[in-house]
């Protein structure tokens, strides 16, 4: 039997003002889809969700709790990137070129000193702290093509206890030597990595192709083999970025009624399988995507930075034909680790195109509409009892700039709080991150706010 005393010591309880999703913004009024407690308390146990509400309702079950109070700010569910590279931390903001260029000129050459495995391990380790910093929880993350590049990254992923989901990349063909493996040596090292690393703890595999251009067709085989075998693991590449990049795959698989038909034909495109950009999509490869519970990772920095195009937004969320989508950061090609940044950059793009992203639309797409884009969201994405306590701390005053334009104190309505959430999403980044915290302990806390 567990005493009072006993059950506490497993317990704690976080008080401020929450915000998370109960249902998706694009399809469901914000009234009904976000969640909103202006003074709530997050009681935890054992590292997950025991139950949350208001805290004048809760506060007498759990009076002798121990309360960790953050006044004045506002916490939301860990944010969650569907697409990113961690070897490419060191190149990001390399100047000039579009996609297919840019790969040749800076990012092949990067990529081949992850052979070294120490080397793997460090940038593992800084790539981890700038995620936390930036307040992600739970990313989709490409390795380099050398299995030990995966190791080094799961390790460390590991060590601090996150939800990540990771693959070694696969090509065997318009790449430097250096950096090629063969379809069946990919074969053999990505289900060699799947029985080490995947559901051990909080970690789980991708199946990495880089994309068509870079895989024969032979080797895009395998990946379906291995998806076949493993049901479970993810399935992580490149679709439709950029016009020369779509033309060019129309080359490589004259055989194919188009870019998303090449993994279609093997089996890539199902559950679980996450396509970063699709900038280039056309109508009826969106509808395929929602057909099969596909997903896509839109990366608005990254498809500005390298001009591969405008994302269209209104044709993933459409009625008809609706796509899971997540937003990506894509560094090294996009140029900031922090999804508020993203999903600034994200209204921008829908800016261009004369539509809205609201708030509300752009924070979903950060947290639960990210776990639904990875099929995580039994686990992740917001404070539902039983899910695992991965969350922000965020500071809406973080900077003189930030205080001024929101000066306001805690919102008490919804309309109050789309306006400080939209001067956050403007104007904030890292600084506006105060602490993050990963099964319930705190992970990160900024530099500014720890004890002296
Ligand atoms: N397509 C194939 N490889 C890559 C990559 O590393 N980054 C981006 N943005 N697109 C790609
Ligand atoms: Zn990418």
Not at 174 to 196: C, E, G, H, R, V
Not at 376 to 392: W, Y
């Amino acid at each position: 039997m567990i005493t009072p005393s006993q059950s506490s010591e497993t317990l704690k309880a976080i008080r401020g003002s929450f915000l998370d999703f109960i249902d998706d913004p694009f399809y469901v009024p914000e009234s009904e889809s976000v969640r909103y407690i202006a003074d709530g308390l997050l009681v935890l146990e054992n590292g997950r969700v025991k139950e949350f509400g208001a805290y004048d309702t809760l506060k007498h079950k759990y009076a002798d709790l121990d309360i960790t109070s953050y006044t004045g700010r506002l916490i939301m569910p860990g944010f969650i990137d569907t697409h990113i590279h961690f070897p490419q931390t060191e190149m990001i903001a390399a100047y000039g070129e579009q996609l297919l260029e840019w790969l040749q000129q800076y990012t092949f050459p990067t990529e081949g000193k992850f052979k070294d495995r120490n080397y793997a391990q460090k940038v593992a380790a800084f790539f981890l702290d700038e995620l936390l910093k930036n307040g992600t929880t739970t990313a989709l993350v490409f390795a380099a093509v050398f299995p030990q590049s995966a190791d080094a990254f799961f390790e460390e992923a590991s060590r601090r206890n996150l939800r990540m989901v990771a693959g070694k990349v696969m090509m065997d063909r318009n790449a430097p030597d250096f950096l090629m493996d063969t379809a069946s040596s990919s074969y053999q090292d990505s289900k060699a990595l799947i029985q080490k690393w995947h559901k051990k703890g909080r970690l789980l595999y991708a199946v990495t192709p880089r994309f068509a251009v870079t895989s024969t067709d032979a080797q895009l085989q395998m990946a379906g083999k291995l998806l076949q075998e493993f049901p479970d693991v993810y399935l992580h590449t490149h679709l439709s970025e950029n016009v020369d990049e779509v033309e060019l795959v129309a080359k490589l698989f004259p055989e194919s009624k188009g870019y998303l038909d090449v993994y279609d034909q093997v089996g890539l495109v199902g559950e679980r399988s996450v396509f970063a950009h699709g900038v280039q999509l056309t109508d009826a490869e969106f509808e395929r995507l929602s057909e099969m519970g596909a997903a896509i990772a839109f990366c608005p920095t990254s498809n500005l930075f390298l001009g591969s195009g405008l994302f269209k937004l209104s044709k993933a969320k459409s009625d008809q034909h609706p796509v899971h989508l997540g937003l990506g950061t894509d560094i090294g090609a996009g140029t900031s680790f922090s999804l508020l940044v993203t999903a600034h950059v994200a209204y921008k793009v829908a800016q261009l195109q004369r539509q809205r992203l609201s708030p509300f639309r752009a924070m979903f797409l950060a947290t639960l509409g990210g776990a639904r884009a990875l099929y995580l969201d039994d686990k992740v994405g917001n404070f539902d009892s039983g899910k695992e306590a991965d969350f922000v701390v965020l500071d809406m005053r973080a900077t003189p700039l930030m205080a001024f334009r929101n000066p306001g104190s805690t919102a008490t309505s919804l309309k109050e709080l789309a306006d400080q959430l939209f001067s956050l999403i403007m104007l904030g980044d890292d600084r506006a991150i105060q602490a993050t915290y990963v099964m319930g302990e705190l992970a990160y806390e900024r530099e500014s706010d720890r004890p002296h």
